[in-house]
């Protein structure tokens, strides 16, 4: 069956970097494109990353575009989200997405 496994959250400072990994298996994972999302206390979710099936492709929201890199490892079934000057408004859960299928979400804080 389909798995995604995010790791790699915590607590940061305002200005800190984060880097988000989520490890896929039960699907050709170099035959999907793959997302992040995340969602805030009291908020709805929100797309913050897309990359394409080869990697070359990526979407970003304003709020984050510049700060956030989406990557992946195909050999390693592995995709990434780099987050650098973290701000306060980046704080929640942070979910790998393929499609109908969601990992259960690494929670990032940036706190002073």
């Known amino acids: 069956q389909v798995r995604l496994v995010e790791s790699g959250g915590g607590y940061v400072r305002p200005g800190g970097s984060l880097r988000l990994s989520c490890a896929a298996s039960?699907?050709?994972?170099?035959?999907?494109?793959m997302r992040w999302y995340r969602q805030a206390p009291g908020a709805e979710v929100e797309l913050v990353a897309n990359?394409?099936?080869?990697?070359?492709?990526?979407i970003y929201p304003y709020s984050v575009k510049g700060r956030f890199t989406i990557s992946r490892d195909n050999a390693k079934n592995i995709v990434y989200l780099q987050m650098n000057n973290l701000k306060f408004e980046d704080t929640a859960v942070y979910y790998c997405n393929r499609g109908v299928d969601w990992g259960q979400g690494t929670q990032v804080t940036v706190s002073a």
């Open positions: 039960g699907f050709t994972f170099s035959a999907y494109a």
């Open positions: 990359i394409n099936e080869v990697g070359v492709d990526t």
